[in-house]
C-alpha cells in the first residue's frame, strides 16, 4: 500500500490558482496523468497532468528543462506520448515523477515562470485513450447491482452461489474502448420478446449505462506465474471512469450459456484522467466482508487488504436529454454510489485473474463492474432506476425515461473526500447516443 508523504498535505496550495478552488477535481494533490494535445491542431499526442483547470503540456514542459537527469529520463515517454514505456520504467517512476511535479507545481515553486507558459486550458484540449487497450475484462464486483439484476433475469434466484467466492467476470471486447466525448452509435443486435416466435434484427430499445471504475494494469506478469495478493497493487498503474453501455434487450436473449457478447461489445467509454494508486492513498478503508458472508479464500486474502484494502470513492451517474441541452440544463443527477461497497477490492481482482496463469500485460483494462449501492435509489444502470422499464424516472424538466433515447447524453463522475485530507476528483466520463443504422 502507498504511504502517504508530502504530496498528500492537504494544505498544499498550487500557484496555478483554480487548483486552489476547494471544489475543483484536480488539486495539487491529485495530478493525475492523460493523453492529450491542443483542441483541433495536428500536434503528436503526449502527456499532460491536471492541475485545476488547466493541464501540463509534459512534452512543453520537459523542454524547459531544468528536471534534473533522472526526472528527464521519466519524462521523456510522457513527452512522446508513450503510456506503456512509462509504465515499462515501473511504479517507482510514477511516485518520483508526483514528487517532482508536486514540487514544481507548488505555491512557492521556483519553476512557476518557467512552467507557466506549459499550460493549456482543459477547456481547449482533445484527449485520446491513454494507450492500446491491450485486453479489456470486466468484472462484477457490485453486490447490490448483481442481487438487482438477478431479480429482474430470475426473480426466483437472484445471486447465483458462486458470487460469494468468485469475482466473476467475462472478457471484454478492447477494440471498441472509446475516450470521453465519443459519441456511440444505437446498435442492432437479436431481439426476442417473451410472447415472440422468433427473435428480429433491430436497434436496441432498451440501450442503458454501466456505471464502473476501471483499472489500468501497468506490468504485467509471465504465462503460468500467478500474481500473489501481497504484489498484486504493484501491478495496478492507474484508475479511470468506466461505462460499459448495455443493450438490455439483446443481453437478455443472448447472455446464456456464455454470458454477454454484442450487448455489450459495441462501446465502452472511459474518462481521460487516469488517477494513479497515490493519489487514492488517503481514501483507503478496511475490506470488510458483512456477518455470514464467506471469508474470502486465502488466495483472496491479504493482511493489507483486509486493513486498507478497499478505497472510498464517491462514485454518480447524470442524464442530460436533448430538450435539456437546448434549454442549457446540464446533466440531471440520477444516483451516487460508493466503490468501499465493492465486494472485492482491485489486488483480489489481478490475484484472481492470473491465479490459472493467465498473463496479464502493460495496458490492459479491468473494468470493475457495475457499482450500485444498498439502496432503492442507488442503481449504477436504468435497469436497476427503473426497475426494468416498468418504472419511468421523472426529470425534472418534465420528461421521463426508461432507457436511453437518441440524443441522451450520459455523464459520470467520481470523487474522494475525507475530512483531514483534500478532496480529489476524477474529472467525466461522457458519451452521447446516435441513431441507429438501418437494419438490413
Ligand atoms: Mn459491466
Not at 496523468?33 to 492541475?51: K, L, Q, T, Y
Not at 436497434?203 to 506465474?225: V, Y
Not at 444516483?335 to 490459472?356: C, E, K, P
Amino acid at each position: 500500500m502507498t504511504a502517504l508523504d508530502a504530496t498528500h498535505d492537504p494544505v498544499l496550495r498550487s500557484w496555478v490558482e483554480s487548483a486552489n478552488d476547494p471544489a475543483s477535481d484536480f488539486p495539487i494533490q491529485n495530478l493525475p496523468f492523460a493523453r492529450m494535445r491542443r483542441a483541433g491542431s495536428g500536434e503528436p499526442w503526449r502527456f499532460g497532468v491536471a492541475i485545476g483547470d488547466q493541464v501540463l503540456d509534459l512534452r512543453l514542459a520537459r523542454e524547459q528543462g531544468g528536471w534534473g537527469r533522472v526526472a528527464t529520463a521519466w519524462l521523456a515517454p510522457l513527452a512522446e506520448g508513450d503510456l506503456a514505456a512509462f509504465m515499462a520504467l515501473g511504479p517507482g517512476a510514477r511516485r518520483g515523477l508526483r514528487a517532482v511535479l508536486s514540487a514544481a507545481l507548488r505555491e512557492d515553486s521556483e519553476r512557476r515562470a518557467a512552467l507557466a507558459s506549459c499550460l493549456v486550458p482543459q477547456a481547449a484540449v482533445d484527449y485520446a485513450l491513454p494507450c492500446r487497450i491491450a485486453d479489456y475484462t470486466d468484472f462484477y464486483t457490485g453486490i447490490h447491482h448483481a442481487t438487482a439484476v438477478g431479480k429482474l433475469f430470475r426473480p426466483d434466484n437472484p445471486l447465483l452461489p458462486n458470487y460469494q467466492w468468485v469475482p466473476i467476470g467475462y472478457h471484454g471486447r478492447a477494440s471498441s474502448i472509446v475516450i470521453d466525448g465519443t459519441p456511440l452509435r444505437r446498435p442492432l443486435g437479436q431481439l426476442k420478446g417473451p410472447d415472440d416466435a422468433a427473435p428480429r434484427l433491430a436497434a436496441t430499445q432498451r440501450l442503458d449505462h454501466e456505471l464502473e471504475l476501471g483499472f489500468l494494469i501497468g506490468a504485467g506478469n509471465a504465462q503460468g506465474e500467478p500474481i500473489a495478493m501481497v504484489d498484486a497493487e504493484e501491478h495496478w498503474f492507474g484508475t479511470v471512469l468506466l461505462n460499459d453501455w448495455s443493450a438490455r434487450d439483446v443481453q437478455a436473449w443472448e447472455y446464456q450459456p456464455l454470458g454477454p457478447f454484442l450487448s455489450k461489445n459495441f462501446a465502452t467509454t472511459i474518462s481521460p484522467w487516469v488517477v494513479t494508486p497515490e493519489a487514492l492513498a488517503p481514501f483507503r478503508v478496511p475490506f470488510e466482508r458483512p456477518a455470514g458472508d464467506p471469508q474470502p479464500l486465502p488466495y483472496l486474502d491479504s493482511p493489507a487488504n483486509r486493513a486498507q484494502g478497499a478505497i472510498d470513492i464517491v462514485l454518480e451517474v447524470g442524464l442530460q436529454t436533448p430538450r435539456m441541452r437546448e434549454a442549457g440544463l446540464p446533466h440531471q443527477r440520477l444516483m451516487q454510489s460508493n466503490f468501499r461497497d465493492s465486494y472485492w477490492t482491485i489486488a483480489q481482482l489481478i490475484a484472481h485473474h492470473t491465479v490459472g496463469g493467465c498473463n496479464l500485460g502493460a495496458g490492459d483494462l479491468l473494468g470493475s463492474g457495475t457499482q450500485s449501492g444498498p439502496g432503492a435509489g442507488q442503481g449504477g444502470s436504468l435497469l436497476e432506476l427503473t426497475l426494468g422499464g416498468r418504472q419511468p424516472i421523472a426529470l425534472a424538466n418534465g420528461e421521463t425515461r426508461t432507457f436511453l433515447q437518441d440524443g441522451d447524453s450520459i455523464e459520470l463522475r467520481a470523487h474522494c473526500e475525507r475530512a483531514g485530507t483534500r478532496r480529489i476528483g476524477f474529472g467525466r466520463c461522457e458519451g452521447h447516443v446516435l441513431a441507429a443504422v438501418k437494419a438490413a
